[in-house]
């Protein structure tokens, strides 16, 4: 395909936070085996003065409108798709702001605060008729393909018998600015809805492979010791998924207080293991396949910049084709993940104000 009939997407950025500036860096990347060409036509900010800054030091060879609202964004005529890079609780609002205005979502994960919210996002972009998903970039590296193709088609390993996936980060809550988004529980703050969201996406990617049967899952918190009990979060959460059908089970993690070793996940099989490794368990890089008889291979998958095209080149071939929703990440998929989230947060006693 020539870069003529490559699809494009013209991307209006909301929250010029981190996140947003790790996605428009990569969307501007000149690639060589781009999918898709990305256009940052408007970033709106909390201030003029941090949309401009955000604008030239990550999308400098464009030229976006830049306003000092989220509304701006929402009703440029030139924004086919909007891109939410603000903090969890706000999702909820900004998602359905942007689905009223008639423009396409993409939205930083979590999508939701919980699944009751994942529910009334997916039912106003269907009413209006835009695409919406959740911005969980780990599903599309061609490792994540790879592994599937592996576990599931291949079956390379056998049965599936158990998967082990943690993402620590060390963000301790302690001695950390109090209105930090992963401080504050106001803002979302917390392990799981921050990190074991991606524990629980390998799990999921994994073991979700009989459709309909969903797995028991328990869980334990370790919470944060904000000096107010209504502000302490989970700093680490530990939850099991029992798949008694496949006679499988997953164990998943997340903290705050540690960082994850290189390998973040171990999938055993009845004919061997496969480890799953990388700078975080949201950005694999490389998986090592054991046999049962120690005969070890290395797969590597190195990417250009982090990653982040790999969801928005999907999006731009998805809409391009009329599709309003992404195979890879439906929505279906999002809000299964919410209700666990919803439920491990119940069984362990932490709810967030929605
Ligand atoms: N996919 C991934 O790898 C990652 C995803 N994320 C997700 O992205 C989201 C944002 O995280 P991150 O970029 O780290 O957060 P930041 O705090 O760095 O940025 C969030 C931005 O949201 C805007 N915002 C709007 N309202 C508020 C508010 N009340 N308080 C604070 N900020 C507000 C601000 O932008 P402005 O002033 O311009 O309006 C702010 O800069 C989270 O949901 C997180 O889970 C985060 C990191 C990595
Ligand atoms: O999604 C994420 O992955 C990387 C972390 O830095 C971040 O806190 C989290 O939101």
Known sequence: MTAKELPSLRWGVIGCGLISTWFVSDLVLSRSDAAANHTIAAVGSSSLGKGNKFASENCPSQSPAVYDSYAGVYNDPNVDIVYIGTPHPLHHKNVLDAVAAGKHVLCEKPMAMNAQQGQEMAEAAREKGVFLMEAMWTRFFPITKELQRLVHEEKTIGDVAAVWADFGIYMPTKGRNPASRTVSKKLGAGALLDVGIYSLTWASLLLDTVPGTTPDISANMIFSDHEQPD????????????????????????????????????????????????????????????????????????????????????????????????????????????????????????????
């Open 231 to 354: 502000d302490r979060v989970d700093e680490q959460t530990a939850i099991v998924l029992r798949y008694p059908e496949q006679r499988a089970q997953a164990i998943c993690t997340a903290s705050l207080l540690y960082k994850t070793s290189e390998i973040f996940a171990r999938i055993q099989g009845s004919k061997g293991t496969i480890s799953v490794g990388g700078v975080a368990a949201s950005k694999p890089g490389f998986l090592v396949v054991t046999a049962k008889d120690g005969v070890e291979r290395k797969m590597e998958f190195p990417v250009e910049g982090k990653g982040f095209y790999y969801e928005a080149d999907a999006v731009a071939r998805d809409l391009q084709a009329g599709r309003l929703e992404n195979a890879t990440c439906p929505l279906h998929t999002t809000q299964n993940m919410l209700s666990r989230m919803d439920s491990i947060m119940a069984s362990c006693g932490l709810s967030y104000q929605s």
